[in-house]
C-alpha cells in the first residue's frame, strides 16, 4: 500500500511597514498612553482583531496631541500568516479605523527594519492663514497680524548653518544628542496663506512648533535676524519664541533607503 506524505509548511514570524495618513484633532498624539485615545492604541486593535494576534506597533516618531500626519510609517511583526494576506489586508484594518486614520499599504521589510532608526530624512510642513475659515478649524493657524514673509525666509535659511537645536527642543526628553541636519527650511506663500516646510535627518521633541514662533516673531518684526542667530547660540528654550499651536503642523514625508 503506497504511503502518501504530507508536508506542512510553518509560516514564520515576518517583519512589516504600514503606512498610514491621520487627521491628529481627535487623538492625544500618536504614541499609547494609559488615560488619552491615541492613534497608535487604535491602529494596533484594529490590526490585532484583523490578524487575530496581538500586534504592537512602533512608529516613526512621535507626534504630538493635534498634529497631522499625510504621511506616517510604523513597523510591525506578525507571525503565521501568508505574505500575500498580509499586503491585502488594508481594506480590512480600515473598515475596523476611525474615519480620522487611513492605512495606506503594508511593505514587506527585512526581519531588523525600524521604522524610526531606519529613517533618514523627515520633512513637516506647517500651514497659516489669516482670514477666519471654518473649513481649516483644527487644521491651520489662524494669525490676525501681517508678517513680513521675506525676513521669516532670511531666518529660515539660517537654520541650515547650524546643528546643535537645543533652544528649540523640550527639556528632559531623554535624548542623547540635540544635533540635527536641516536640510530645507522655507516659506510659501499662498492664496490663502502660508506653508513652512523643513526637513532634516531627525526632529527633537516640540522642535518644528518651536522653530516657527521664533520665525513668526521675525515676521512681526519683534527679534530681527541677529537676535534669531544669538537664540540659536545660547542653546537655551527660554531665550526662543512660544511654541504655535498643534493644528498647523503635519508630519509630510519619511525616507527610508530601502523603500522607494
Known amino acids: 500500500m503506497p504511503v502518501k506524505l504530507y508536508f506542512c509548511i510553518a509560516l514564520s514570524k515576518k517583519r512589516y511597514f504600514i503606512q498610514i495618513a491621520y487627521d491628529g484633532s481627535l487623538y492625544h498624539g ?42 506616517f510609517y510604523a513597523h510591525f511583526d506578525v507571525e ?33 527594519a525600524h521604522a524610526r532608526f531606519d529613517a533618514t530624512a523627515r520633512a513637516y510642513k506647517y500651514y497659516i492663514h489669516f482670514e477666519k475659515n471654518p473649513f481649516k478649524l483644527n487644521r491651520s493657524w489662524l ?37 540635527c541636519k536641516i536640510t530645507k527650511a522655507v516659506f510659501e506663500v499662498k492664496e490663502d496663506g502660508l506653508v513652512f516646510t523643513i526637513q532634516a ?19 512681526k518684526k519683534e527679534i530681527n535676524l541677529t537676535d534669531f542667530k544669538a537664540i540659536i547660540e545660547s542653546k537655551n528654550r527660554s531665550k526662543a519664541g512660544q511654541s504655535v499651536p498643534a493644528c498647523g503642523l503635519y508630519l509630510v514625508k519619511i525616507e527610508y533607503p530601502y523603500i522607494g
Open 80 to 112: 503565521g500568516v501568508e505574505e500575500a494576506k498580509v499586503l491585502s489586508a488594508v481594506t480590512g484594518i480600515n473598515a475596523m479605523l476611525p474615519y480620522q486614520i487611513a492605512a495606506k499599504q503594508i511593505i514587506p521589510v527585512h526581519d531588523d
Open 143 to 179: 494669525v490676525k497680524d501681517k508678517l513680513d514673509v521675506d525676513a521669516m525666509n532670511e531666518a529660515a535659511v539660517l537654520l541650515l548653518n547650524y546643528t546643535d537645536f537645543s533652544c528649540f527642543s523640550k527639556s528632559n526628553t531623554q535624548t542623547f544628542t540635540n544635533n
Open 201 to 219: 535627518d531627525r526632529f527633537l521633541r516640540n522642535m518644528v512648533r518651536a522653530i516657527m514662533g521664533t520665525l513668526v516673531q521675525i515676521g
Open 30 to 71: 500618536w504614541q499609547t498612553q494609559p488615560n488619552a485615545i491615541t492613534v497608535q492604541e487604535l491602529l494596533d486593535k484594529a490590526m490585532s482583531v484583523f490578524f487575530r494576534q496581538p500586534i504592537e506597533t512602533l512608529g516613526c516618531g512621535r507626534t504630538d496631541a493635534g498634529v497631522h500626519a499625510t504621511d
